[in-house]
């Protein structure tokens, strides 16, 4: 197998230190001697290997992606070493003769080889947005988990407070579940508290709000309020920091909001997971496979044995599910309409990883060609082969016990 790279790099890594092997050239033509040393994964311990490496002058420093402790070995080296971060399961040993220095041994030789692709690692700009957006959606995921402990617990208490109104954080249920703890017991004066539109559902409320109410459940409500008003603090904050991170990339977000379905959200989000930079992947279809929003490929002896989709970067996805759920019920647009043509024959989850293929897809071409999204309309598929949409429903009329006859409209 032809020698890509005469001195490689490989490096396992653990929380605790990594061990690098050196594949270099031996003494015998077409011979190579590896050396593997254990450093450490302090700061001061990577600077030092990084001097090390520079003067054995190798080309590339390979290391796995292990939990996050390949992050502090990736970020000191990056600056004057060509590094690269390689999949686990691109990279994976022979089973039963693993270990720490074999594992670096054969990353190596893997490296020499030219047989590793790397993995996408964003610059430091955008590693802090996304750290920032990732940070937001776990906070988001957290007050909804809390908000529905403190619903759980009100139905314990007899407090059907969730049956009557939509949203627990309300500015009416706040002040209905801020008077409980404050002390207020009296359900025709807890339902006062109700605000504009609310006040028609005053005699629901004054049923849902009759219950086991104490001093226990006082102090447990209290507690979720006040969780739930933390978590909202700290996404405030985030959005906040968002703002500041995103000044660079802000051309990009107006551009990727005009895609139906697509929110400032979804878009923060898409900048921030994809690096907003198309030179990483050549075409729209590599950000699609990347993503995880295309059919995988597994034939064996002529068989498909399966078309799933493949795992994929998990922050994007959840924004593309969230951005194409949000443009499948939308009305008179092209995604909606595709949407319903791919539903009705593959089923809704399908056409929702289609409407996001085509949301990447949209993605790719404005970032990577400076393309404006022009919405193709709702009439799109009628107008692309009206032939078709006639013959079609002439079929299903004549299927409903129709004669049909048809005459072309004048002018």
Known sequence: MDIVHERAVGMDISKHDAKVCVRVPGGQRGRFASTVTTWGSTTNEI???????????????????????????????????????????????????????????????????????????????????????RARAIAVQDRTREIHRLEKFLEGSGIKLSSVVSNLTGVSSRAMLEALVGGERDPEVLA???????????????????????????????VHLDQIDHHTSAITAHAERIE??????????????????????????????????????????????????????????????????????????????????TAARLKDTFLSQKYRRIAVRRGPKKALVAIERVILTATWNMLANGEIYTDLGADYYLRRDPDKARNRAVRQLKTLGYEVSLTPASG
């Open 47 to 133: 600077l030092q290997l990084r001097a090390f490496l520079e003067e054995q002058q190798v080309t590339p420093v390979v290391m796995e992606a292990t939990s996050d402790y390949w992050k502090p070995f990736y970020y000191l080296l990056e600056s004057s070493l060509p590094v690269m971060l390689v999949n686990a399961k691109a990279a994976r040993n022979i089973p039963g003769r693993r270990t720490d220095v074999s594992d670096a041994s054969w990353l190596a030789q893997l490296a020499s080889h030219g047989l590793l692709r790397a993995s996408f690692v964003p610059p430091e700009p955008i590693r802090e947005l996304r750290d920032l957006t």
């Open 244 to 325: 500041m991170a995103i000044a660079p990339f802000r051309a990009a977000r107006e551009a990727l909001i005009t895609i139906p379905g697509v929110s400032i959200l979804v878009a923060d989000v898409i900048i921030a997971e994809t690096g907003a930079d198309m030179d990483i992947f050549p075409t729209s279809a590599h950000l699609a496979s990347w993503a995880g929003v295309c059919p995988g490929s597994n034939e064996s002896a002529g068989h498909i044995k399966s078309t799933r989709t493949r795992p994929g970067n998990n922050y994007l996805k959840a924004a593309l599910g969230t951005s194409a759920l």
């Open 192 to 222: 006062e508290h109700a605000q504009k539109s609310m006040r028609s559902k005053i005699p629901d409320l004054v049923e849902a709000l009759t219950g086991r109410f104490g001093e226990h459940q006082a102090f447990m409500v209290r």
